[in-house]
């Protein structure tokens, strides 16, 4: 079994949390280690983010790094994290309006968009 593991920037309330807007100043991230296969949910994760500081864009980028994540859905994100995931070997995606949930079922279905451009301009 290969696997994979995708991070959301969201709330406490895990998988029914909404996905955060700005990726930056999310509380937390929520992650799931899937089967690249089947894409069924092998464990599920949340891991405390960093607090958000002027240029430290990168530090939410490593933590995600060093977590194993290999994928991370955004609502928005600046043109210097966004470049520090493609860096990295992260692959950044635009999520939809919803829960975490609702994001995992959209990437499932390869209905999220790979972003190559900012999506916010904070």
């Known amino acids: 079994m290969s696997t994979k593991k995708i991070a959301f920037p969201g709330t406490v309330e895990g998988l029914n ?3 955060v807007g700005h990726f930056g100043h999310t ?3 929520l992650t ?3 089967d690249e296969n089947t894409k069924a949910v092998i464990t599920v994760e949340v891991i405390q983010n960093s607090p958000h500081e002027q240029g430290g864009c990168m530090t939410p ?3 995600l790094k060093n977590n194993g994540v290999s994928e991370v ?3 928005g994100i600046g043109q210097r994290p966004l470049m520090g995931f493609i860096q990295v070997g992260i692959e950044p995606y635009r999520g939809i309006q919803g829960t975490i949930k609702q994001n995992f079922e959209a990437f499932k279905q390869n209905l ?3 972003l190559s451009q900012a999506t916010c301009q904070h």
Do not use: A, D, Q
């Open 112 to 114: 999220l968009k790979k």
């Open 32 to 34: 799931i280690e899937y």
């Open 61 to 63: 980028v490593m933590l």
């Open 73 to 75: 859905v955004v609502g």
């Open 27 to 29: 509380p937390t991230f």
């Open 17 to 19: 949390g909404e996905l």
